[in-house]
């Protein structure tokens, strides 16, 4: 299928077994695939995700969920570089990217890690879109060949700024104009 580039899905899907079954028929069509991962309880199995996972060649999760499929949940002295490379490791996926809320976000390939923190975002408004914000710009970066530092860097940077605002979208297209555009400079 040359019409379409990559699959992107949610382990949330898998709480809805038609949902399911749909995605199983897309994921025969042999994409190229990112997962954004979610762990919800009770909506999540650890087999369902494990395949989820190795069929990924991307995925995005955020510092707790790493902590909870690396079995670290509540260890003190956890080192995130050092896990999201076994977790990286264990799925074959190419790129992991961990998000780490404020913090910034932590994406690992075979050949680099990158670590980067938001800019001066401003008052946090409110959360919700924020990881579906950085899952868009890091497709994006993936799609348009970003190198590794400037894909997290915008990512952070646009997940930021819908954080600033109420709710995960706004009717006001400006925002996305403005990112747009300073991203095709």
């Known amino acids: 299928n040359g019409q ?4 992107y899905h949610g382990s949330l899907i898998a709480r809805n077994p038609s949902a399911r079954s749909a ?3 897309l994921r025969d069509a042999n994409l190229p695939l990112f997962v954004d991962v979610n762990l919800r309880d009770p909506w999540w199995t650890q087999s369902w995700l494990d395949d989820a996972l190795r069929r990924a060649r991307w995925a995005k999760l955020n510092e707790q969920e790493l902590r909870i499929l690396s079995g670290q949940e509540g260890a003190a002295d956890y080192d995130i570089r050092a896990q999201a490379a076994l977790v990286r490791q264990a799925f074959g996926l190419e790129i992991l990217v961990v998000t780490r809320g404020e913090a910034g976000a932590l994406l690992l390939s075979g050949v680099a890690v990158v670590e980067t923190v938001p800019g001066d975002n401003g008052e946090i408004v409110d959360t919700v879109g924020a990881g579906d914000a950085f899952s868009a710009v890091t497709i994006m970066g993936l799609l348009r060949d970003w190198p590794l530092e400037i894909l997290a860097q915008r990512a952070v940077d646009f997940a930021g700024a819908v954080c600033r ?5 706004i009717r006001d297209r400006s925002m996305y104009r403005h990112y747009l555009q300073k991203w095709s400079e």
């Open 165 to 169: 605002m109420r709710g995960a979208t």
């Open 4 to 7: 379409y580039r990559l699959l």
């Open 23 to 25: 995605l199983d028929k």
